[in-house]
């Protein structure tokens, strides 16, 4: 049997510290994607002068904003103003510890499993945990004492209620058809069907995501920050690395969401159409790769492609009116979202999900 302290303690604190390094360092790079494919999409260069081709402009962002100078306005709520980037940030690396990257191996002998934890209600952590994050904005831009950054956490507010709701029905469908809260079984009921979510819940996978993308204030949904509006939004007095937490969290939340949407729709791990290739994903091509480099690979590899889609829609779409965004969330998605839920509803009834 083995030793409890390591199977309790030091396996997952060396969990824990694994993944937050690597979504902390994969959401600096993001920024640095970002503005590459933003340059490429509008003929720039982009980040070009730190490090070859720019690969080290994310490491000098951080040190810059490490040793800014942190700014605390004279009028704010000190105590509220500082724990609004802490609010955010927290709650979307947390969300990270029931994310399941892949299937477990055996190492030393020993049942390893590449992420931290399975509850038998991970989804619903998820939506509980992620939902504190708003607070940390409306706080954030209350306690500024500024009149941009209060309207920016107002909106905020505005659009978590308007797009949480649609959202939500979205994922009650995907739990429908897998018949658990448990995102490893959720992976493992597509694995059993044959097929992924997204082709029975197409119209629950456009809801989820597009609510995804409003949920993390990126465009064409990012009103709180609304630069030509609010100067820079929730976030207007904030400087420094408490500047830097509302950045990582963002980009956290855009990992969060693309990783959700990965395991609840593109079937997590597995790899694309595997009763109908499975012939060639068998081939001594692919055979030779291990397993948990096989399937963190296409975790990755689909998490990217979500991620993709939000930095093309940042440089196709122009900003919705206020009254658009409200608009979309109350008149279209809310009843979509319920009558696409009935459907799935019926559906299992009748042509029966798993047991």
Request: aromatic share 16%.
């Amino acid at each position: 049997m083995a030793n409890p302290w390591v199977a309790f303690l030091l396996v997952p604190l060396v969990k824990i510290v694994v993944i937050l390094g690597v979504v902390i360092l994969l959401a600096a790079y993001l920024s640095f994607f970002e503005r590459k494919i933003l340059a490429y999409m509008q003929i720039r260069i982009g980040p070009n002068r730190v490090g070859p081709r720019g690969w080290l402009q994310p490491i000098a962002d951080a040190l810059k904003l490490f040793v800014k100078e942190d700014i605390l306005p004279s009028r704010a709520e000190k105590l509220v103003y500082m724990l609004g980037p802490v609010l955010v940030t927290a709650p979307a690396l947390v969300v990270f510890s029931v994310i399941p990257f892949g299937t477990g191996f055996t190492l030393f002998g020993a049942q390893v499993t590449p992420y931290l934890t399975d509850v038998n209600i991970g989804i619903l952590f998820i939506l509980g945990v992620s939902s504190v994050g708003v607070y940390g904005i409306i706080l954030g831009g209350w306690a500024s004492n500024n009149k941009f950054s209060l309207m920016g956490g107002l909106r905020s507010a505005a659009q978590l209620v308007s797009y949480e709701v649609p959202m939500g029905f979205s994922v009650v469908a995907v739990l429908l058809m897998a018949n658990s809260l448990s995102l490893v079984k959720i992976v493992e009921a597509q694995k059993s069907a044959g097929v992924w979510f997204v082709f029975p819940g197409l119209v629950a996978f456009f809801i989820y995501f597009v609510c995804g993308v409003a949920e993390t204030n990126r465009n064409p949904f990012d009103l709180p920050e609304a630069e030509s509006e609010l100067v820079a939004g929730f976030h207007t007095e904030y400087s420094g690395m408490k500047f830097a937490f509302y950045f990582l969290a963002e980009y956290a939340n855009m990992i969060v969401i693309s990783s959700i949407a990965t395991v609840l729709f593109l079937g997590g791990w597995l790899p694309p159409f595997p009763s109908w290739l499975a012939g060639v994903w068998a081939s001594p091509v692919f055979t030779w790769i291990p397993p948990v480099i096989w399937n963190a690979g296409w975790f990755v590899v689909k998490v990217f492609a979500f991620l993709f889609v939000y930095i093309w829609f940042r440089g196709t779409f122009p900003r919705y009116r206020f009254d658009q965004l409200m608009a979309l969330g109350w008149k279209v998605f809310i009843p979509v979202s319920l009558v696409n839920l009935v459907a799935v509803a019926l559906g299992v009834l009748l042509i029966g999900g798993p047991r």
